[in-house]
């Protein structure tokens, strides 16, 4: 049974780079499509980011430049940082994997971590 | 980007009703449409998938239907733990997008 488990710093200063940790167990982070989603404070879900650890990485052009995810196999993990941090980058921040389970295509995240809290504030 | 619209953005049931929750697509996705729950304080919960097919584990009261741009996640018979948001989300294209969600809450 695949479970994640994200890992952050909880409060990150202004124009600072937030680092965020998702460690894969029951599973290898080599083998499937992840994603990153964040929610802010009383609003909806917004996805970041997307990829597999032999493709290069799709992301939110919303925040495309500062924004960078990655897979490390041999720790089983996925990280993502987000640079020059806002107000507006405070929110819960998932991972989930991104699965086909039919094999045609029909990609959805069907499993999620329990999310970390990122407040940005000096 | 494809944006998702979802109507209405909250709505009040009881026990036991048929709600149906509408999600539109910008543009075409064909079937490529995802629904998720999420209760407070909680991840989202992957419901359906090609926008008619239940997630493993999800009851059968829960179904979707729609192709191209509109799409519908109706529950038959609203039970105590179905009161929840609900998110719509396509996969057909990069950025993936979420529609904005609804809240379902108990009359």
Redesign the interface.
Known sequence: QLQLQESGPGLVKPSETLSLTCTLSGGSVGSYYWSWIRQPPGKGLEWIAYMFYRESPKYNPSLKSRVTMSVDTSKNQVSLKVSSVTAADTAVYYCARDYDSRGYGYYGLDVWGQGTTVTVSS | ?IQMTQSPSSLSASVGDRVTITCRASQTIS??L?W?Q?KPG?????LI??AS?L?SGVPSRFSGSGSGTDFTLTISSLQREDFATY?C?Q?YS????????TKLEIK
Request: charged share 15%; proline share 8%.
């Open positions: 980007d079937n490529y995802n998720y999420q909680k991840a989202p919960k992957f998938y090609a097919s997630q998110y989300q996969s990069f950025p993936r997008t979420f529609g904005q969600g």
